[in-house]
């Protein structure tokens, strides 16, 4: 898994490429938790070079989804795969967090 | 065509990429297509990790791994470990209609494992947890 995070308008911005699983999971938690840490409460989460999510990754999605809540920002995800959106549709993500096509219309969400 | 795998290794997540890669070869060979290939990678992830994280509070163990095609040409993994007993399908299920702030985080790795599988049985035998994942290439 690679993330590149960087700042665009007044979103952060986190790309995240390859397999999201037990192993790599708290590598992305570590680095959304600092830039909330930071401050930060709107964040894109753009998914496009993302291959594969197990329940290791969906639960840093959830964590992130609660934390940018709880400091009334918003969590937006964007450019998801077929394979990854039908794992968010069987775990009921789809009705619980804000989903956009693609980045353009992800940042108008923010 | 039978096919049989078997591998013995110790309960630890540096072991999770090697046997993944090994079992889905064998699903391949026994004519799973790309997508049951890859929902049986993320049911066997979620079943692995399971026993690496919790079959063995606080100390080390082993992990064997089953897998072969049966007379109707079904996949099967067996999963076995030797740590505290746990049927993971007595695991109660997520609630899918709670917004985000009462949405639990955990319980989804179980959950995920009995969407994408075709039938998962467990049972204790020998001292031994015994999960099976099961999958028809037929139902696509």
């Known amino acids: 898994m690679e993330v590149t995070i960087k700042q665009e308008n007044n979103a952060t911005v986190a790309s995240v490429d390859g397999r999201l699983d037990a192993v790599s999971a708290p590598e992305l938690e570590r680095q959304l938790s600092a830039a909330i840490d930071a401050g930060q409460k709107s964040m894109i989460l753009d998914l496009g070079g993302l291959e594969y999510i197990s329940s290791a990754g969906l639960r840093v999605i959830l964590t992130t989804a609660k934390r940018v809540k709880t400091a009334q920002g918003k969590l937006v995800l964007c450019n998801i795969r077929d394979t990854v959106m039908q794992i968010f549709e069987i775990s009921g993500f789809c009705s619980i967090l804000n989903i956009a096509e693609n980045r353009e219309s992800a940042l108008k969400q923010i | ?140």
């Open chain 2, 1 to 140: 065509m039978p096919f049989k795998l078997r591998i013995k290794c110790s309960a630890s997540m540096e072991n999770l990429a090697d046997v993944v890669s090994k079992v889905l070869l064998t699903a391949e060979n026994c004519g799973l297509n790309n997508k049951r290939t890859g929902e049986l990678e993320l049911a066997f992830e979620e079943a692995l990790v399971n026993v690496f994280n919790y079959a063995y509070p606080g100390t080390t163990g082993n992990i064997e791994i089953i897998a072969h095609n049966d007379k109707k040409n079904r996949f099967i993994v067996q999963i076995i470990d030797d740590g505290k007993p746990f049927d993971p399908l007595t695991a109660p299920e997520p609630d899918l209609d709670k917004d985000i702030a009462d949405r639990q985080i955990g319980g989804l790795g179980i959950f995920l494992i009995k969407k994408l599988m075709d039938d998962v049985k467990y049972r204790r035998e020998k001292n031994r947890n015994i999960l099976e994942l099961i999958v028809n290439p037929e139902n696509t």
